[in-house]
């Protein structure tokens, strides 16, 4: 289901690219790949294909993005690719799976406040987005930590492998964090890496759980609009500060696991 496609090489090697190694960009590399771990350990991966990045701290016209090739369970922070949006990889080894350029480089190039790109089909709110209609009841208080932040792309036109795609897809996320793409799967956007993957793994839950209650075949119980709404507002005080926490837990998981990130 990945595909790959020709790449331009770097122009000239990442020693001669000024500050593409600081310590800003070591950390966002160390957490972006930690992201990709724990997914791959969640179970929310699909084999060599989905994607997560991140513009480069200091280089808005750069980004992040795992290799073509790489399970998330085998991305490590030295394994990322720096990219451009001229389709040049200026730093790593290989290329960028074909759909995560198309898609990735017009989301941070379009939507500048989408720091951070996370792009998964991991089953749960995969599934949700399979279903006719909207994909959240709204039933459950882990679901409404994204009430009035997610939009529903219903024009599913097949792999994004062109940068039309990647601009449609640009223009149907607006200023949602999260994106439910019909026949396709989820995609989170957010200003930085923990705070991606805190909705990431937040929305993954909040599907399951939705999925289990309709599995009883009883009706579900909506959340009023009004309660809805100021739920959602209130899950948002200080959650820069707990995604973060969120995450270095997730380092320290990761460490005590064995991994090397």
Not at 66 to 79: D, Q, W, Y
Not at 143 to 169: C, P, Q, T, W
Not at 170 to 182: F, H, N, P, Y
Not at 218 to 232: D, N, Q, T
Request: hydrophobic content about 45%; glycine content about 6%; aromatic content about 8%.
């Amino acid at each position: 289901m990945a595909h790959s496609f020709d790449i331009h090489p770097a122009t000239r090697p990442l020693t001669q690219m000024a500050g593409l190694d600081s310590p800003e960009i070591r950390q966002a590399r160390i957490d972006l790949a930690a992201c990709f771990r724990m997914a791959a350990k969640l179970g929310m991966a699909e084999g060599i294909c989905n994607h997560f990045s991140f513009v480069l701290p200091g280089h808005p016209q750069l980004f992040l993005v795992n290799p073509f090739g790489l399970a998330f369970a085998e991305v490590t922070a030295s394994s990322l690719l720096i990219c451009d949006f001229q389709r040049r990889v200026l730093a790593g080894e290989g290329q960028p799976e074909a759909t995560a350029f198309f898609i990735h480089a017009q989301l941070h190039r379009l939507n500048p406040r989408a720091t951070a790109a996370f792009h998964t089909h991991m089953p749960n709110a995969t599934a949700l987005c399979m279903l006719e209609g909207d994909p959240f009841v709204w039933a459950g208080q882990t679901a409404l930590k994204f009430y009035e932040r997610m939009v529903v792309d219903e024009h599913y036109n097949g792999l994004a492998l062109d940068d039309a795609e990647g601009k449609r897809i640009s223009r149907a996320a607006g200023e949602a964090d999260i994106v439910m793409l019909k026949n396709h799967g989820p995609l989170v956007l957010g200003p930085s890496i923990a705070e991606a993957w805190d909705d990431l793994y937040y929305l993954e839950r909040a599907a399951e759980v939705q999925l289990k209650a309709m599995a009883s075949g009883r009706p579900l119980k909506p959340v009023p609009h009004a309660i809805a709404s100021a739920a959602c507002r209130q899950m948002l005080v200080g959650n820069a500060e707990s995604a973060r926490l969120h995450l270095d837990s997730v380092k320290r998981s990761l460490a005590g696991s064995g991994y090397d990130l």
